[in-house]
């Protein structure tokens, strides 16, 4: 299973930024798909999550209202689509595919990781 993410850069405070992450190696429409984040010398931390189905998500409280996942199951994709940005949202982005077939936020269940992708916010 491979996951490719793309769309990271460097953005000012209150802007845009869409990430994408394409799938391959296994059926994608069978398990739920979700984001990451790493900043600098924290530890890896939840933002979205997705079903398979792309009728369920949920959203880290701190980016909640600002950053909105999906998915398009016929071209094997999810997407992070991230308004208003922050400083405080400046890290790697991480897309992951879950063993489950629900939206879940604890990592213990993602077993396939993507490279990361930069996403860097400045004031």
């Known amino acids: 299973v491979q996951l490719q993410a793309s769309g990271g850069g460097l953005v000012q405070a209150g802007g845009s930024l869409r990430l994408s992450c394409a799938a391959s190696?296994?059926?994608?429409?069978?398990?739920?798909m979700g984001w990451f984040r790493q900043a600098p010398g924290k530890e890896r931390e939840f933002v979205a999550a997705i079903d398979r189905n792309g009728g369920m998500t949920s959203t880290a409280g701190s980016v909640k209202g600002r950053f909105t996942i999906s998915r398009d199951n016929a071209k094997n994709t999810v997407s992070l689509q991230m308004n208003y940005l922050k400083p405080d949202d400046t890290a790697v982005y991480y897309c992951a595919g879950a063993r489950v077939a629900f939206a879940t936020t604890d990592m213990a269940y993602y077993t396939y990781w993507g490279q990361g992708t930069l996403v860097t916010v400045s004031s």
């Open positions: 190696g296994r059926t994608f429409s069978n398990y739920g």
